[in-house]
Nanobody, 124 residues
Framework: EVQLVESGGGLVQAGGSLRLSCVAS????????IGWFRQAPGKEREGVSC????????HYEDSAKGRFTISRDNAKNTVYLQMTSLKFEDTAVYYC?????????????????WGQGTQVTVSS
């Protein structure tokens, strides 16, 4: 059974940091690109950052550039999203998702497997 489990969300003050983790199981993790997405209330799900299967390729949306860092540890089947300088507008449910291959699109439709999400709340 394919599973993606996010953790690390929580309540943080603006300017603070959080590190999200996504632990995968049930598929060959090293063959899959992983993306982080978020969805705020009343808004569509949007891409944040993604990483290729061998971590040589990464992509950041403008909202994440310079503040967020994506990384992966294939030995632990885990992808991380280090978030710094958090802003109120970063408040959302954050999801990780997987797609086979090295490409790193940020549109949610390209991803096959999804986690249940972890809530990030940034107080202003």
């Amino acid at each position: 059974e394919v599973q993606l489990v996010e953790s690390g969300g929580g309540l943080v003050q603006a300017g603070g940091s959080l590190r999200l983790s996504c632990v995968a199981s049930g598929f060959t993790f090293g063959d899959y690109a992983i993306g982080w997405f978020r969805q705020a209330p009343g808004k569509e799900r949007e891409g944040v950052s993604c990483i290729g299967y061998d971590d040589s390729t990464t992509h950041y949306e403008d909202s994440a550039k310079g503040r967020f860092t994506i990384s992966r540890d294939n030995a632990k089947n885990t992808v991380y999203l280090q978030m710094t300088s958090l802003k109120f507008e970063d408040t959302a449910v954050y999801y990780c998702a997987a797609r086979m291959g090295s490409a790193v699109p940020t549109a949610p439709t390209f991803y096959n497997y999804w986690g249940q999400g972890t809530q990030v709340t940034v107080s202003s």
